[in-house]
């Protein structure tokens, strides 16, 4: 799976997803709170893709990530 063409492309989304909610927040604009809900795609690809490479440090870091999204978008969408 690690070789892929499926497996790159996945890879590829969550980092593209990551620059988009970085520019939305750096934009700092209304829709800058929709932000969090990219940063979860991210993060979610990015767990996915970490698992499939055992890179258990990246897992970790992401995890994090979708923990700040969740309240990122509870705080920001929700309420």
């Known amino acids: 799976m690690k070789d892929s063409k499926l497996f790159t492309i996945i890879k590829w989304v969550a980092s593209i997803t990551g620059f988009i909610g970085a520019m939305l927040i750096a934009l ?34 992401n995890v994090g990530f979708l923990t700040v999204d969740i309240i990122g978008i509870y705080r920001w969408i929700i309420m």
């Not at 993060?43 to 996915?48: A, H, L, V």
Request: proline fraction near 3%; aromatic fraction near 24%; hydrophobic fraction near 55%.
């Open 28 to 61: 700092n604009i209304p829709e800058s709170k929709y932000a969090f809900m990219i940063f979860f795609v991210s993060s979610s690809m990015w767990i996915y893709s970490a698992h499939i490479m055992k890179e258990y440090s990246l897992i970790f870091l």
